[in-house]
C-alpha cells in the first residue's frame, strides 16, 4: 500500500481511525462508518450511504441508530447538499473523495449487526391473539378480483398487464376489492411451468414445492416460489389445497430472505393465495402477517406493493380485521398513503377501509392522527374517493365525528362541494354521505355549518345532485332548520351489520332501484 495515508485511507470503509483527517461525523454513514460517497435521504429523515441501505432492504434488516430510533427505508432520496457539503470539505482538507464501499464489505457489517439485534416483537402476543380467530370466514369471496357484491364475472390484472377476462363495464364497479399487485409476474416462464403444473396431481406437486421451498439452496428456492405463484396464479382450484400449514411456515421464512427474487414471488404467492375465502384466516393464524407489515415497512418497491396488496386480501373477511389491526399493520399502511407507487398507496386505501369497519381499528386510527391525513387527502384530490370512503366508515362511530369535527371536517367538505373540485358524481356522493353522518348526534354541526355557509351548497346539491345526494342534503337542510323529524339511528348497529358498506344499485342499465343509505358510494 504504501506509505501514503491518504491511499490508506481510501481502501478503509469501517471505521475512521484510519483517516489522515478526522471527518465530520455528519459526513459518516450510520452503517458503513465510511464517508459517504453517494448520501440519500430516508424516509425517517436520516442521511445513509445508498449501498447500506441497499444491503439494508435486501436483506430485511432495520437497524438500531444511536439515538434507539429505527429509520423507515421506504423511500430514498439523493441528498445532493450533504454530497455537496462532503466534497467541499474533502476539497479543503486535501483528502481524496469517497468511492463508494463494496457491497460484501457493507454486507458483512450488517450480518454482524443482524446478528446482535433480534427482533421478536410479535412471539409473546400473536400467539394469543390468533388463537381467536375463527377458521371458517362467513363471508364469500372467490378470488382478488371479486368486489363486495359477489358478481358473476371476475378480471385480472397484474403489473405485468396480463390478459383481462370477462366484459368489464367502463363504470368502475361499486367497491371494487382486487388487489392492485394481483400476481404480476414475468409471462418468459408461465408456458413452462403451466405445462408442468397440468401433468401430476396435486399431491406430488405440493411436495415437490414444499421440497424446493425448504432447500437450503437459493435457486431452489427461487423454482419453487415461481412454480407456486404460476399454480396459484392460473390454477384458482389448487389455491386451497396448496394452503397448507407446510406451505405456509415456509412462505413465512421466505418472506424475510435477503435475495429480491425470492422475497417478490413469496409475498405474490401470499396474495393469489390469500383471494379464496377458506385461505383467509388460516394465512393469519399462520403468523404471516407481521412478515408482511415488515415488508410494508422497509422491502424492495415491488415487495411493497405485494405486500399492502396481500393486507387488503385479508382485511376483506371480517374475523381477521381485528386481529391484523392489534397487530401493527394500521400506522404502515397509513404512511403507505403517500408511497410512490400507485398499486402500494391504491391497496392501502382499500385495506383501511375495510379495517376501518371494525370499532376498534376506528379507535387506533383516531389515536395515530389518521383524520387530518384522509382530509389532507381529499383536498388535495390524491385518492379523494378511498379517502371520503375511509372517513364515512370513521364518521359512523361517536370518537370519529368527535376527531372529525375537530379537524374543521365541516369546513372542508363544503368548501369542496362549493368548488366543485370533486372528480366524479359518486365522489360528491361521499362528500355528502360524510357531511350526513357528522349531522347526527352533534349539537356542533349545526354551528360549524352555518360558519360554512353549507346551507346554500345543500341546497345546490338538493336541486341538482345525485338522487341519493339530493335525499341527504334534503335531510341535512331540515335538521339545520329545526324539523328534522326522523327516529333516531343507531349508525353503530348498522355499520357493524354490513348494511353500509354495500352498494345501494347495479351500474348501468335502467330502472336503477335506489335504496337509501348513508354509504351507497362507488369507485
Request: hydrophobic content about 40%.
Amino acid at each position: 500500500m504504501g506509505g501514503n495515508g491518504k491511499h490508506r485511507w481510501k481502501i478503509s470503509f469501517r471505521s475512521s481511525s484510519s483517516m489522515p483527517k478526522q471527518s465530520p461525523k455528519e459526513f459518516m454513514c450510520p452503517i458503513s462508518g465510511s464517508l459517504m460517497a453517494d448520501p440519500v435521504v430516508v424516509a425517517s429523515g436520516q442521511t445513509f450511504e445508498r449501498i447500506s441501505v441497499q444491503v439494508c432492504r435486501n436483506l430485511g434488516f432495520v437497524p438500531v441508530l444511536g439515538d434507539e430510533s429505527r429509520p423507515d427505508f421506504t423511500v430514498v432520496i439523493p441528498n445532493l447538499a450533504m454530497k455537496s457539503a462532503i466534497l467541499n470539505w474533502c476539497a479543503t482538507s486535501r483528502v481524496d473523495r469517497p468511492t463508494e464501499p463494496e457491497y460484501g464489505s457493507v454486507e458483512t457489517l450488517v450480518r454482524a449487526a443482524m446478528g446482535s439485534d433480534g427482533d421478536d416483537r410479535f412471539e409473546t402476543s400473536e400467539k394469543e391473539l390468533l388463537r381467536a380467530v375463527p377458521g371458517n370466514p362467513p363471508v364469500m369471496f372467490s378470488h382478488a378480483a371479486t368486489e363486495v357484491n359477489h358478481r358473476p364475472n371476475h378480471f385480472y390484472s397484474s403489473s405485468s398487464e396480463e390478459s383481462v377476462i370477462a366484459a368489464v363495464p367502463a363504470t368502475p364497479l361499486p367497491l371494487t376489492t382486487r388487489p392492485s399487485c394481483y400476481s404480476s409476474f414475468s409471462s418468459s416462464s408461465d408456458e413452462a411451468l403451466s405445462l408442468a403444473v397440468t401433468l401430476d396431481p396435486i399431491s406430488s406437486e405440493e411436495e415437490e414445492i414444499l421440497g424446493k421451498l425448504k432447500s437450503s439452496e437459493v435457486h431452489e428456492q427461487e423454482e419453487g416460489l415461481i412454480l407456486l405463484r404460476t399454480i396459484t396464479r392460473t390454477k384458482e382450484d389448487l389455491r386451497v389445497s396448496l394452503c397448507t400449514p407446510g406451505v405456509l411456515s415456509a412462505l413465512r421464512l421466505l418472506l424475510n430472505s435477503r435475495y429480491a427474487v425470492v422475497q417478490t414471488n413469496a409475498v405474490a404467492s401470499v396474495v393469489n393465495l390469500s383471494l379464496e375465502k377458506p385461505n383467509k384466516a388460516k394465512i393469519v393464524r399462520s403468523g404471516i402477517v407481521p412478515p408482511l407489515i415488515d415488508l410494508l415497512k422497509g422491502g424492495l418497491p415491488e415487495s411493497q406493493e405485494h405486500a399492502a396488496g396481500a393486507l387488503f386480501s385479508l382485511a376483506i373477511e371480517d374475523n381477521n380485521k381485528t386481529a391484523i389491526g392489534v397487530m401493527g399493520a394500521l400506522p404502515p399502511l397509513l404512511h403507505s398513503l403517500r408511497s410512490e407507487s400507485e398499486r402500494t398507496r391504491h391497496d392501502s386505501a382499500l385495506a383501511l377501509y375495510h379495517l376501518s369497519l371494525d370499532q376498534s381499528n376506528r379507535v387506533k386510527l383516531v389515536k395515530l392522527g389518521a383524520i387530518p391525513t384522509l382530509l389532507a387527502m381529499v383536498k388535495s384530490g390524491d385518492l379523494a374517493s378511498r379517502a371520503l370512503l375511509i372517513l364515512c366508515n370513521m364518521a359512523a362511530s361517536g370518537d370519529g365525528r368527535s376527531a372529525m369535527l375537530d379537524a374543521n371536517a365541516v369546513d372542508c367538505l363544503v368548501g369542496l362541494l362549493r368548488g366543485k373540485e370533486l372528480d366524479s358524481e359518486s365522489t360528491q356522493e361521499n362528500c355528502v354521505a360524510v357531511l350526513y353522518l357528522l349531522s347526527h348526534g352533534s349539537m356542533r354541526f349545526k354551528g360549524l355549518a352555518r360558519e360554512a355557509r353549507a346551507v346554500e351548497v345543500l341546497r345546490e346539491v338538493e336541486e341538482r345532485g345525485s338522487g341519493r345526494a339530493r335525499e341527504k342534503a334534503k335531510r341535512m337542510l331540515q335538521m339545520m332548520r329545526g324539523r328534522d323529524e326522523e327516529e333516531e339511528v343507531d349508525w353503530e348497529g348498522v355499520l357493524e351489520s354490513g348494511a353500509l358498506s354495500q352498494p345501494r344499485y347495479r351500474v348501468g342499465g335502467a330502472g336503477k332501484q335506489h335504496i337509501h343509505g348513508a354509504y351507497s358510494t362507488e369507485f
